[in-house]
């Protein structure tokens, strides 16, 4: 257990479909992240918050929407998902942005069809 | 930013001590250097952390020379569930682009 709670576990969608990558932190943290985890790859990160606004977004093509509605919940939303999409998305939070440790949800695994 | 390197893999065997190194040559001063271990299908989880010289918990120990170029985590007496990668990563507060190397695959045998 982490305090960070990632859903769903595992979701399958076509190409044209839009669905949501929820988020929440029990923890009290004021920064979250998305990153993205290719096969074999290291960790890329998407998107930095701080204190519910965007403070880093890493060249991300526009078909990932993050949002964060409040310090404790972060969601990503996709629409119109490639193949090469296919992937474990994690969630993490700390304390300020860029402070380590992070903690990790344990991801959410993205096929595309 | 402080770029890592890491090696790609390694391997050992049960009950040994394993040390990973990792390289970071342009740390900054305000910077930590910071451990997690990754299995399979599940996040990155913190084993250790330290600024300098040596660090010991109940899992790992970390040592980090005096110029802080380098640091190495330390795993004794490793089990077969110790398989996984290592990650070692350097950054300090307020610092939005932290990267993830490749980390170190290490393989425990029996």
């Known amino acids: 257990e982490t305090g960070v709670t990632q859903t769903p576990r595992h979701l399958v969608m076509g190409m044209t479909n839009k669905k949501s990558l929820k988020c929440e932190q029990h923890?009290?943290?004021?920064?979250m992240y998305w990153y993205k985890q290719s096969a074999k790859k290291p960790l890329e990160l998407m998107f930095v918050y701080s204190l519910e606004e965007r403070v880093e977004n890493n060249s991300v093509p526009s078909r990932f929407s993050p949002e964060c509605p409040n310090s404790s919940h972060l969601f990503l939303h996709l629409h119109t998902l490639q193949p090469e999409d296919s992937a474990l998305y994690l969630c993490a939070s700390s304390q300020r942005t860029g402070d380590q440790p992070q903690h990790f949800g344990d991801g959410t695994r993205l096929s595309i069809l | 930013l402080a770029k890592t390197t890491q090696p790609i893999s390694m391997d050992s065997y049960e009950g040994q001590e394993v040390n990973i190194t990792c390289s970071h040559n342009?740390?900054?001063?305000?910077?930590?250097i910071t451990w997690y271990q990754q299995f399979p299908s599940q996040g990155p989880r913190f084993i250790i952390q330290g600024y300098k010289t040596k660090v010991t918990n109940e899992v790992a120990s970390l040592f980090i020379p005096a110029d802080r170029k380098s640091s190495t985590l330390s795993l004794p007496r490793v089990s077969l569930s110790d398989t996984a990668v290592y990650y070692c990563?350097?950054?300090?507060?307020?610092?939005?682009?932290?990267?993830f190397g490749a980390g170190t695959r290490l393989t425990v045998k029996p």
């Open positions: 342009n740390i900054a001063t305000n910077d930590y």
């Open positions: 990563l350097v950054g300090g507060p307020y610092n939005n682009d932290m990267r």
């Open positions: 923890l009290g943290h004021n920064a």
